[in-house]
């Protein structure tokens, strides 16, 4: 497995958020992780990426251990994210939020920047060509400099797409990205999700309320609910699991729609 955690466990003020979750990705898959809201999805992101420290348990990422590491160490590592909320820097460019996104490759050091020697010139250059290429990857690059607040919804997610792929991860967190998508949007998103992993070999691990969308694009479904790992599979597999369906009784009708 490329990220495996191990009862893992977290709780806030004594009440538990995750409990002993024992999970993976593998390398190159697309996987989805669902359960009903509350159950500890975005929590479990918060985990893997450093925001949130489990009380027990081990994670590792191609054979590193990412338990006690910041953000940005797990970055540099090789997985990148995006939130629930579209989170740009609304008076920036697009490309210039696409750069932002790989202070965590410089290699050329805060000194080199403040005097700006070659050495920052070139990597500057580098972070540039980088970003826009990310941004022609989404299909944005004739968006370059305009500012990212300005942009559709729908393309501001892609934005944020851009930036994640810019820091050249190994895996890619998708926290709910088709929220607020109208349908053909949707589509594109799939499609999306499958180039990144089919062009660029990287594994997708996505939170995802819009069945239809998890169902189409997914290898492989884990399901969360308070805190417990429930089952997991082939979409098929988990779409006919009755503690599946169980988990979603109670919820509105559009996350019962397996
Ligand atoms: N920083 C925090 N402090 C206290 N409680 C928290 C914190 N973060 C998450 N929780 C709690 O953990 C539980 C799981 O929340 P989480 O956001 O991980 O669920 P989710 O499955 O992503 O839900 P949704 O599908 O609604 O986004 C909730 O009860 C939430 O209140």
């Given amino acids: ?23 993976g ?11 009903p809201n509350g159950a500890g999805k975005t929590s479990l992101f918060n985990v893997i990426t450093g925001f949130y420290r489990p009380q027990r348990g081990e994670i590792t990422f191609d054979g590193e251990r990412l ?27 697009v490309l210039e939020n696409v750069m932002a996104g790989q202070h965590c490759r410089s290699r050329a050091g805060a000194l080199a920047a403040v005097l700006r020697l070659p050495s920052q010139r070139a990597e500057e250059r580098r972070i540039r060509e980088t970003s826009l290429e990310c941004l022609d990857f989404v299909g944005l690059a004739d968006s370059q400099e305009r500012l990212a607040t300005n942009l559709a919804y729908g393309h501001q997610r ?15 967190l998708l926290d709910e990205p088709a929220a607020g998508l109208n349908g053909s949007e949707k589509e594109a998103l799939v499609e999306l999700i499958r180039r990144i992993r089919d062009e660029r070999g990287i594994a997708v691990l996505l939170i995802e309320h819009d069945m239809s969308l998890v169902m189409s694009v997914s290898e492989h479904i884990s ?10 599979g082939t979409p098929q597999a988990v779409a006919n699991d009755p503690r599946v369906i169980e988990a ?11």
């Fill in 158 to 172: 892609r934005v944020e797409i851009a930036r994640a792929l810019a820091t050249e991860p190994k895996l890619l």
């Fill in 223 to 232: 399901v969360l609910d308070h805190g417990s790992l429930i089952t997991e």
């Fill in 25 to 35: 990705v593998a390398a190159g898959r697309i996987q989805s992780l669902i359960g």
């Fill in 1 to 23: 497995m490329l990220l495996q955690l191990n009862q893992v466990s977290l709780s806030f003020a004594g009440n538990s958020v995750l409990d002993e979750v024992a999970f």
């Fill in 248 to 258: 979603y009784l109670g919820q509105d009708d559009e996350e019962l729609a397996l």
């Fill in 67 to 93: 338990v006690k590491r910041k953000p940005h160490s797990v970055t540099r590592l090789g997985i990148a994210r995006t939130f629930q909320n579209v989170r740009l820097f609304r008076e920036m460019s």
